[in-house]
C-alpha cells in the first residue's frame, strides 16, 4: 500500500461533481471546523472523521501477530517485513520481492493511515482491512498462506493461545486473526503533521511558502482526486490521460493518500518515480497536460512537505 501522485483523468466538470458529493457525504460527520480548514475546502485533519476506538487488547494482539512471521507459508517474514513501522510504513524499494524472489507486480504502499481509505490495494480490490488481510495472506507471491494455516500455527503456540483468550474470549480463530489484524492497522494514523496543525487553526503552523505551495496545488486542480482526511484514497481514477504515466497496467486505480508521501519514495504504482520531484512533473504532464517549471514543482512540494505526521509521536522519515 505505498502513498504516490495520481490527479486528474477525466473531465473536470465530472470530477467535480463527484468530489462535492463525496465531501458531502463526508462532512455529516464532521464538527465546524476553524476558519483555516474552510478555506481548504474538502481536506481536514487526521483524526477528525470518525474517531477509530479500538479495543486495546485486540489492538496490541495484532501488534504482535503483524510482526510473526508465521503469517507466511515458509515462515520467512510477517506483514511488517515489507511495512517498515520505524520509518514510513513501507519500504525505500520500487518493487519489493515475492516469495519466489522476483520483483511483485506493484509498489508497496505504506500501512500508515491505511484505515481512512475507501477500498484497499492499488486496484482496491477489497473494501475492509480484514478481507485485504485475507487476500494479502493467500498471495502465493506475497505470503503464501492463509488464515487457516496461521491459525493452525498460533494454535499450538500456549501463548499466542492465551493472548486470543484475552482478547476474545476464544481460541485462535480467522475471524478473530483478520479481526487483530485490522484493529492494529487502524491505529496505524499519523497526526500532528504541520498541514494538520495548521487546518486546526495554528496560522504559523506552514510557511507563507509553504501556504503558497498549496494554494498552487488547489489552483492546478491537484485537490480534484486528493481530497478528505487522507488527502486522496476514496475515488477511483485513470492515470496517464493525457500523456503516458508509469506501467499502462492496470489503467484504473484508487488515487493514493498523499499522507507522508515526501517520505514514501519511490512513486506510482510500479515505483518508477524515484523522486518527489520526478513525480509532480509527470502528474502535471499526464494527468493535467501541463508542464510545471522548477519553481511550481517546488512550490507544490514544498507543501506536500506539510503532510508529514507522526506515529507514537516521532515524525515519520525516509528508510535509510
Not at 491459525?151 to 493472548?163: H, M, N, T, W
Not at 488527502?231 to 485513470?238: C, I, K, S
Amino acid at each position: 500500500m505505498r502513498v504516490a501522485l495520481r490527479l486528474a483523468s477525466v473531465p473536470l466538470a465530472a470530477l467535480l461533481l463527484a468530489a462535492i458529493l463525496m465531501s458531502r457525504g463526508l462532512e455529516r460527520e464532521v464538527p465546524p471546523r476553524p476558519a483555516a480548514a474552510e478555506a481548504t475546502g474538502r481536506l481536514h485533519p487526521i483524526g477528525v472523521l470518525r474517531p477509530m476506538a479500538v479495543e486495546e487488547r485486540r489492538r496490541a494482539l495484532g501488534e504482535r501477530i503483524f510482526a510473526d512471521p508465521r503469517l507466511s507459508g515458509d515462515g520467512s517474514r510477517a506483514c511488517a517485513s515489507c511495512h517498515d513501522l520505524r520509518t514510513n510504513g513501507a519500504t525505500a524499494n520500487r518493487r519489493d520481492l515475492g516469495l519466489d524472489g522476483q520483483e511483485l507486480p506493484l509498489n508497496t504502499a505504506t500501512v500508515f493511515n491505511a484505515a481512512f481509505s475507501f477500498r484497499f490495494g492499488w486496484e482496491g480490490s477489497t473494501r475492509s482491512l480484514e478481507a485485504h488481510a485475507e487476500t494479502l495472506l493467500r498471495s502465493p507471491a506475497i505470503m503464501g498462506a492463509s488464515p487457516d494455516m496461521v491459525v493452525k500455527r498460533l494454535s499450538a503456540d500456549p501463548f499466542a493461545v492465551a493472548a486470543f483468550y484475552e482478547a476474545y474470549r476464544r481460541p485462535p480463530d480467522k475471524e478473530a486473526l483478520l479481526d487483530a489484524l485490522g484493529a492494529y492497522q487502524r491505529s496505524l494514523v499519523t497526526p500532528g503533521s504541520p498541514f494538520d496543525r495548521w487546518l486546526a487553526g495554528e496560522a504559523e503552523a506552514i510557511t507563507p511558502e509553504e501556504q503558497a505551495g498549496y494554494a498552487l496545488f488547489r489552483s492546478v486542480g491537484c485537490t480534484a482526486c486528493h481530497q478528505g482526511a487522507n488527502v486522496g484514497g476514496n475515488l477511483f481514477q485513470r492515470h496517464g490521460i493525457f500523456h503516458a504515466l508509469a506501467t499502462p497496467e492496470p489503467q484504473i486505480l484508487r488515487v493514493p493518500s498523499l499522507r507522508n508521501v515526501a517520505v514514501t519514495a519511490p512513486y506510482f504504482h510500479d515505483g518508477s518515480a524515484a523522486t518527489l520531484e520526478e513525480a509532480v512533473r509527470g502528474m502535471g504532464l499526464a494527468q493535467l497536460n501541463l508542464v510545471l517549471d522548477d519553481g511550481q514543482i517546488a512550490s507544490i512540494i514544498a507543501f506536500l512537505r506539510t503532510l508529514t505526521g507522526s506515529y507514537r509521536g516521532t515524525p515519520l522519515a525516509s528508510p535509510p
